[in-house]
């Protein structure tokens, strides 16, 4: 499908694979066993240039389309590594914040360093009582003076330990409904910002995923995502709105590399005299494989370029892409583990690796329970905006029969019949 990209979104494509062939593969397995943070492959990505693609131009980014040559270059080094790949797009993660909420001052003081691969950034929002329902987090930040002051505990930040900026959400207001929680940046190093339990993980091991504890760490007011308190939560749901495609062009990566793997290897064992490759019941599988992978990606760039046109639906497109490339990558992963048989269950051969890599997909940066929420949630106000369809052609007897069936009060209103279950 390269030729529906464009010149720039195929350049990227060919730095990122050159650097996921020369440098990410080789290493991947190593760096799964030992779970360490490869510094040599950050900086092999750091060299090429990539940590600038989500960066806007006049912050030392590369500007184009961002979204869309972010995923781009995820999707590659997830082919070769899951790991990786999370290790690149959790930068994106950290940032997005400044990018959409940030000041002036904000953005000129950290994009640049990031863009330039110096500052390793994370995104500290879920809690151990608080991750789906995110708006429940305990985390506090105080005003005092000319500080805030943060107290709290915070999990399975990835990229923890590495990162060197840290976009902290804390409740800021507790008595304050819609403006109670406030977006911080903190750097490591700051007396009282300690990292805890380092977690050791079925897959992607080569990131850290870790605590975050803040026992009375004081951030300058300036430090206050976008200079004002009270935004914190919907700059972080802004940014997973943003950061979600990278998920899922993570998926699409390791649904894509499992998938090439699978073909080599039903392409050379032979069973009962022939190629398993030539068995029309695994050539089905395979065709079934790289159809869905396909369909992720489309899906995927869809939302990226949603992303780099601000479009109203992105929010839904984005949930939609990480939903639906992220269970295609758990699916492919598992199937192409099935077809390299005995051999697929051992950790000498690659692929299990990527199965254990895609799983973590499904849950992070909002489970898929989450997505489908998200997802609902804009269909049930779409069903608003067509209200009337129902009134006007379907017989008034029709509508009736469907509320004395129990329509739950909310889709009733939606169409405008009565509702008959509360
Ligand atoms: N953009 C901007 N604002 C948004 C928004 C969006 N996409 N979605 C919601 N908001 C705003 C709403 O407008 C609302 O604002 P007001 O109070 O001013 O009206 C506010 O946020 C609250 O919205 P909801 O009522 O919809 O909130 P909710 O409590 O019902 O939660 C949710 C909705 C979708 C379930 C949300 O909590 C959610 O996405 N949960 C999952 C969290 C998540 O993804 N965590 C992963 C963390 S990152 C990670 O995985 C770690 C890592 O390092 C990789």
Redesign the pocket.
Known sequence: MEGLLSEQNREWRARARQVAESVVRPLAAKYDRLQEYPWEIQKAIAQAGLFRVWIPEEYGGAGGDRTLNLCIVVEELSRACGGVG?LFA?NA?GSFPIIIGGSEEQKRKWLPKIAAGETLA??C??EKGS?????SMRCRARASGDAYVIDGEKK????GSAAQLYTVFAVSDPQS??RRISGLLVEKGAPGFTFKKTEDKMGIRCVPVVECHFRGVRVPKENVLGGEPGYG??HA??T??YARPGVAAQAVGLAQGALELALVYAGQRKQFGQRIIDFQAVQFMLADMATKVEAARQLVYTAARAADRKLDNL?RLSAMCKVFATDVAMEVTTNAVQLFGGYGFMRDYPIEKYMRDAKITQI???TNQ?QR??ISRALMKEATLLSDMLEKYVPKEVQYVLAEEGLPAEVAAAYSVPATKE
């Open positions: 999370v959790v993660l994370a995104f929002l879920s991750g789906s329902d995110a708006v399975w930040t990835t990229n409904k819609s939560f919907r749901m802004g997973l709105d929010t992070y940066e909002g989450v929420v998200v």
